[in-house]
């Protein structure tokens, strides 16, 4: 458990990054009625980035940990285009 929590921390911290240090617009949305879980990140009414987990509540542990792991490496990657673009 303290795995998964501490990836949703990276996705809400690198989201959060991408939304103060660029002109990148986040929305990471937890939906309990829906039963879904998604990262979506757009610049310029661009979609660069979405990823959205689906029967969230009953994923497998270790799958779970599989999907938001390749969601923080997909974010570090943008994070990492950014932090190029601006040196």
Known sequence: METKFSLFNQIN???YWLLVSSDYRTSVKLDAEKDTYSVHITHGGVE???NTISGFSKRNTNFLENELDGMV???LHLKQS???KSA
């Open 82 to 84: 950014v932090e190029q």
């Open 48 to 50: 660069l980035y979405a």
């Open 73 to 75: 490496a997909g974010l």
């Open 13 to 15: 911290s690198l989201c």
